[in-house]
């Protein structure tokens, strides 16, 4: 089963992706800020990573960067409330920018397109 | 600083290990290298943007830095005014988008997006810190903006026969990039001219544009080289094309033995690099010194110079020296005789000495009766000497950092 992690502040939303993307059929890792997504890397690498930007402490972009370190090819997601951040030259590290909705619709299809996209580099690498 | 200069930043790429410099670059890095008397080499591409008006300098530093920064700190950090937005800063691989020294030209670029977000400008001026010439950059920035380009590479026109040394770039008509090949041979590159056009490495990006490529590269396994890999893959998707630099003078300064070839032509009668320049002066950090002084010996015999770079500080006490380049505070005693060399500064050249075609590192003293470049068999045995038989006597290390 293909894992999905989740890095948000906000408890209702790590709930409510937990949901949708477990009925997915994804395993999902939480993490409620940078470090502790930091932690849990050390244990568990996930295929993808959904990031909110704003969080207390070390926030999305610093992660992103982190996420980088331990695996330049891992995709990630930004997944933000706020579309003022896609003119910063960081975010442009992340494979995807999704603005934060009610409607999940193009997050889920966004996870898909990019670990479809993964499995396929790695079948052509092998 | 004015109009159309203001947006643009400059990324000097100044990591270079410079091996096959060795042993000049023992204890610097390459653009640190001391050239012509009293400049290093970084001082052409630093002196090119002050003069083009380019204000808004990254250095971008790793191996042996110590004596890099502490020239431009003396030297070039008092040229820019921060209060009106200029500055020139040394960037070491920070870790601070990934932890990894730099691992190539494009990756030292991804590692500071950091600092490109800071500045946000419009266009980024690639250079690099290891060639000595004199290029006004804005030429080459307005054909950049008129083409409505993506990027611009710089390009030199050099002999067919020497195509094997640099990265050739094709152009079409409207100086378009049709084609890009890396250290071709003449079978592998055919043309109707008597001439190709070699990568400069000076390249004008488009800011989005550059940092998408590099993130694209970062997430590759390539050398990540702006030359190797980025260029040949924006070529066909993107608008690329290859500005030709007028001037013949450029040089990449790779071996002991092109660094030996470019310090004689500057002490020819008219080199091909003028250093008397008054539209294009080139700047360095100046020490407080007396100025050169010439005089007899204890014996009355005088000292004389011909054909040769002297700097302040020099003391030549009845030697003779020919087609050599002195740089600060050498001084040369009787019966000496120095011809072909290139003596850094504070060595101290003892009586009797005769020395030829070779390079003396900083603050080495040479006793009395040193012979050097007289007999090929002797000073293999007892220096370095590069292929083309080029003696070089590396830096001191009894008389401490104060030579670096």
């Not at chain 2, 050169?292 to 700097?311: E, W």
Request: charged fraction near 30%.
């Amino acid at each position: 089963m293909e894992k999905v992690m989740v890095v948000d502040d906000d408890e209702g939303i790590r709930c409510l992706y937990e949901q949708v993307l477990t009925d997915e059929g994804y395993k999902v890792i939480l993490a409620s800020d940078g470090l502790e997504a930091v932690e849990i890397f050390k244990n568990i690498k996930p295929d993808i990573v959904v990031l909110d930007i704003r969080m207390p402490g070390m926030d999305g972009i610093e992660l992103l960067g982190k996420v980088l370190d331990m695996d330049r090819k891992l995709p990630v997601i930004i997944n933000s409330a706020y579309s003022m951040y896609k003119n910063n030259f960081l975010t442009w590290m992340a494979d995807a920018y999704v603005i934060k909705s009610s409607d999940l619709t193009e997050l889920k299809l966004k996870i898909r397109e990019l670990l479809e996209a993964k499995k396929k580099k790695n079948t052509e690498s092998n | 600083m004015s109009g159309e200069q203001e947006n643009i930043l400059v990324m000097i790429l100044a990591g270079g290990k410079g091996e096959r410099l060795y042993p000049l670059t023992r204890d610097r890095a390459k653009p640190a290298v001391p050239f012509g008397g009293i400049y290093r080499i970084i001082d052409f591409t630093l002196s090119n943007c002050v003069n083009a008006g380019l204000r808004k300098i990254y250095l971008l530093t790793q191996y042996k830095s110590l004596s890099l920064v502490r020239h431009i700190r003396l030297g070039w950090s008092t040229m820019f005014k921060p209060q009106i937005g200029e500055f020139i800063e040394t960037l070491p691989a920070q870790q601070r988008v990934t932890i990894d020294w730099y691992k190539g030209t494009a990756d030292a670029v991804f590692q500071n997006i950091y600092s490109i977000q800071q500045e946000r400008p419009e266009l980024i001026l690639i250079l690099s810190g290891d060639h000595i010439y004199k290029m006004d950059y804005r030429k080459m920035i307005r054909f950049h903006t008129e083409k409505n380009a993506d990027v611009t590479v710089g390009t030199v026109k050099v002999p067919l026969r020497d195509m094997s040394r640099y990265g050739i770039i094709e152009l079409d008509k409207g100086k378009r990039i049709v084609g890009f090949k890396e250290k071709p041979s003449q079978k592998e590159y055919t043309t109707k001219e008597d001439f190709a056009l070699a990568s400069m490495g000076v390249y004008v990006f488009n800011t989005d544009v550059i940092v998408k490529e590099v993130i694209e590269d970062a997430k590759k396994e390539t050398s990540h080289d702006f030359g190797r890999d980025i260029i040949p893959r924006i070529i066909s998707k993107k608008r690329a094309f290859g500005h030709v630099f007028a001037q013949e003078y450029w040089r990449d300064i790779g071996t002991i033995d092109a660094y030996w070839d470019a310090s004689m032509d500057l002490v020819s009668r008219t080199p091909e690099l003028n250093l008397h320049d008054s539209e294009w002066p080139i700047f360095t950090f100046r020490p407080q010194l007396p100025p050169a002084k010439i005089v007899l010996d204890g014996n009355s015999r005088n000292g004389k110079i011909v054909d040769s770079i002297v700097s302040l500080g020099c003391i030549i006490k009845g030697g003779y020296v020919e087609n050599s380049i002195l740089s600060y505070n050498v001084l040369i005693r009787s019966n000496a005789h120095v011809e072909e060399s290139i003596l850094m500064s504070n060595v101290d050249v003892e009586r009797g000495c005769k020395i030829r075609r070779a390079i003396i590192d900083k603050g080495v003293m040479l006793e009395d009766g040193t012979v050097i470049g007289y007999d090929k068999r002797q000073d293999r045995k007892n220096y370095f000497v590069s292929e083309n038989g080029i003696v070089v006597i590396p830096k001191t290390r009894e008389r401490g950092e104060k030579y670096a």
